[in-house]
């Protein structure tokens, strides 16, 4: 779904008419588990390098490599999920917390619980 500046209605996340999409960690990226992703993209804004949607995920850890030109935003909604950066600092997220993965991050998201998150990336074009 993408949104371009002529389109000016709101969006509620969580219409069912977005389907989503579902994806598995590489295997050579799992730390524990298999855990299934699913996202549902609610905002495309491609020239401006922002998108917007809710992710879910089961437990289970794996790698993940933030590029150096990507930030995400991101509130849980449910579940507990954790970052560990590759020198060991683990950062624990709940529901009502809010956190940021910056740029360049290298090290493990660790889903604890099952997770529900509102992300917002924005990526230099």
């Avoid at 219409?15 to 609610?42: C, F, H, I, M």
């Avoid at 491609?46 to 790698?63: F, H, N, Q, R």
């Avoid at 009502?96 to 619980?113: C, K, S, Y």
């Amino acid at each position: 779904m993408e949104n371009t500046a002529m389109d000016v209605h709101g969006i509620r996340f969580g219409d069912e008419t977005v389907p989503p999409s579902e994806v598995r960690a590489p295997a050579n990226t799992l730390v524990r588990g298999n855990p299934l992703k699913r996202s549902w993209q609610y905002l495309d804004v491609s020239d401006l390098g922002v998108y917007s949607g809710i992710w879910t995920c089961e437990p289970g850890a794996y790698e993940i490599n933030q590029a150096e030109n990507k930030v995400e935003v991101f509130h849980i909604l449910e579940g507990q999920i954790a970052m560990v950066a590759k020198d060991g600092h683990r950062v624990e997220f709940k529901p009502g917390d809010t956190g940021v993965i910056p740029q360049g991050f290298r090290g493990v998201l660790d889903v604890m619980e099952s997770a529900r998150k509102l992300y917002v990336v924005t990526q230099k074009i």
